[in-house]
């Protein structure tokens, strides 16, 4: 079965210290990887993708995520975490399954940044 | 990225009575639309798909005559809750994907429906 894993419930970095947050996937054939990030009663915001290429994503607010083929992974990081980052985090593969294109979320992430 | 509104943002009902939530493709034609359901410390999960001019297509346990969904034209569509129970109050998330990126869904603001 097509899944996303997200392994840790929540993740807490002190303000300045890098931070990741963990993605692995499940999908048949060649992936398309999202993450997005969810403030409090609000929808989500699209950080970035990976579609094919560079397997180090740039995207929105200075977080950067890595795909890695041999480890079904594709953890999302950032060198230097700010207080505002604090967010739930989700990531998401678009994936084909009974004869459409659907995303698979991640149960989520919720990132603590520390001041 | 896609600009998209939700409408109303949050409503509160009474238990019986149907509540309509639009969502509207701001800045570019929306060939499909999705609607999504979000439980409280849980992640999203996919209701419906719907596409422009074409019956929606519902997920597995989902049910099509409770959640009615219309997807009227290429910026529009509506998920109506008929006959709300305390039971559907949720967080309700729409997203869009196209006007030329296929591959991306960019999510509405959401709606939160309380059920009384």
């Given at each position: 079965a097509q899944s996303v894993a997200q392994p840790e419930d929540q993740v807490n970095v002190a303000e300045g210290n890098p931070l990741t947050v963990k993605c692995t996937y499940s999908v048949s054939g060649n992936p398309y990887l999202f993450w997005y990030v969810q403030y409090p009663n609000r929808g989500l915001q699209f950080l970035l993708k990976y579609i094919t290429g560079d397997n180090l994503v740039k995207g929105s607010y200075g977080f950067e995520a890595e795909f890695n083929k041999s480890q079904t992974s594709f953890h999302l990081k950032k060198p230097s975490a700010l207080v505002s980052d604090s967010a739930l985090y989700f990531c998401a593969v678009r994936a084909f399954t009974s004869g459409t294109y659907k995303y698979i979320f991640g149960t989520g992430t919720r990132l603590k940044v520390l001041a | 990225g896609a600009v998209v509104s939700q409408h109303p943002s949050r409503v509160i009902c009474k238990s019986g009575t149907s509540v309509k939530i639009e969502c509207r493709s701001l800045d570019f034609?929306?060939?499909?639309?999705?609607?999504?359901?979000?439980?409280?410390k849980q992640s999203l999960m996919l209701m419906a798909t719907s596409n422009e001019g074409s019956k929606a297509t519902y997920e597995q346990g989902v049910e099509k005559d409770k959640f009615l969904?219309?997807?009227?034209?290429?910026?529009?569509?509506?998920?109506?809750?008929?006959?709300a129970h305390p039971e559907d109050s949720s967080f309700y998330i729409c997203a869009t994907e196209g006007g030329g990126v296929t591959d991306t869904q960019y999510f509405g603001p959401g709606t939160r429906l309380t059920v009384l």
């Open positions: - | 034609q929306a060939t499909t639309m999705f609607w999504y359901r979000q439980f409280p969904i219309n997807h009227a034209s290429l910026t529009l569509s509506t998920l109506t809750v008929t006959s």
